[in-house]
């Protein structure tokens, strides 16, 4: 039989052990909060100075278009609103913050929250953030009817070949980017893509979207095959993990007729930064590996948020005629 002192002692020590922890579980979650508001000011910053590479070319390819074809103003509007901080890449970013800083109860553990800080930090990184503007830049280019050249991807035509893809017409690469719409089901029960706003406009100029169809055969964009794990909050992730749960039970074991669409990755890149390259290989949700790597990563993050890079290669090459 154990002394009782001897399971006091050790009682003690645990309780010890595990108040230890949680006080450095609670210095990385501020750690990253400190950084995740200075990387989001800096990229606040770049943009407003034009620095941001594709948000420049963002707002050419919205300028060309609306002359080309001016009866989409107001949709190429609100897809050039990207390249500002009023777009919801940027105002999504914001909003994560304020609930990770002042919501902590709204996650299921601290480890998430330190995930969804560290996915934040990553997010506002100017060349991360640059990448992702590929894709309004790519719907913008698309519609000019190959007047304007894709960015960091390649034509559409060999896209679509490369990956056996459908192609679900402009605003395709928007397609199960929460910032821009939502998956909703029909009074039958058909999950298709809602968009959100202004954006609802693509409705007028395609078809509907079907979850089923668009799960299968999606083409490639940087949101679904490099930004996912960043540009989504960790109630959005949970939401389309439970779309591929009831489309998956919806088709039972028939797995010919359903797979994820994020089962495996779609090529079509062209050119990524190496900040995209580096994020592409690991993930930051709650299910990810231990806190002894979270801590790791962080430790990491707050050494070189001091050295973070302000000054990058700005210049910005003119839209030209896709082939």
Not at 68 to 88: F, M, V, W
Not at 273 to 278: D, G, N
Request: with cysteine; hydrophobic share 30%.
């Amino acid at each position: 039989m154990n002394h009782p002192k001897v399971g006091a002692f050790l009682l003690f020590w645990l309780v010890l052990f595990i108040s230890g922890c949680s006080d450095k579980l609670g210095e990385a979650i501020d750690a990253n909060s400190r950084v995740a508001k200075l990387r989001l000011n800096t990229l606040a910053s770049e943009l407003d100075a034009g620095q941001v590479r594709n948000a420049t070319l963002l707002k050419q390819y919205a300028t060309l278009l609306k002359q080309q074809k001016p009866d989409y103003g107001p949709l190429i509007d609100e897809l050039a609103k990207d390249a500002t901080t009023s777009g919801p890449m940027f105002t999504g970013l914001q909003k994560r913050l304020k609930q990770a800083i002042d919501s902590p109860q709204n996650f299921v553990s601290k480890e998430e929250q330190l995930a969804e800080l560290e996915n934040i930090v990553e997010a506002a990184n100017p060349d991360l953030f640059s990448d992702a503007l590929s894709d309004p830049i790519n719907v913008l280019a698309d519609m000019s009817d190959g007047k304007l050249a894709r960015v960091n991807a390649v034509s559409k035509q060999s896209s679509l070949q490369a990956n056996g893809a459908q192609d679900f017409g402009d605003g395709s690469q928007l397609v199960g980017n929460p910032n821009y719409g939502q998956w909703s089901q029909n009074s039958n029960g058909v999950s298709f893509w809602e968009w959100y706003g202004m954006y609802a406009l693509f409705s007028n100029l395609t078809r509907p979207v079907l979850y089923d169809s668009w799960s299968r055969n999606r083409d490639y964009s940087y949101y679904n095959d490099y930004g996912r794990s960043r540009y989504t909050s960790p109630k959005q992730y949970k939401s389309q993990e439970q779309q591929v749960a009831r489309t998956s039970k919806k088709f039972g074991n028939n797995n010919s007729k359903f797979s994820s669409p994020y089962a495996k990755s779609r090529t079509g890149s062209s050119q990524v930064s190496s900040a995209s390259q580096k994020a592409k290989a690991t993930t930051h949700f709650a299910s990810r590996s231990s806190y002894s790597n979270a801590k790791s990563k962080s430790s990491r993050t707050t050494s070189n948020s001091s050295s973070f890079r302000t000054n990058r290669n700005t210049s910005s090459r003119s839209p030209s005629r896709g082939k």
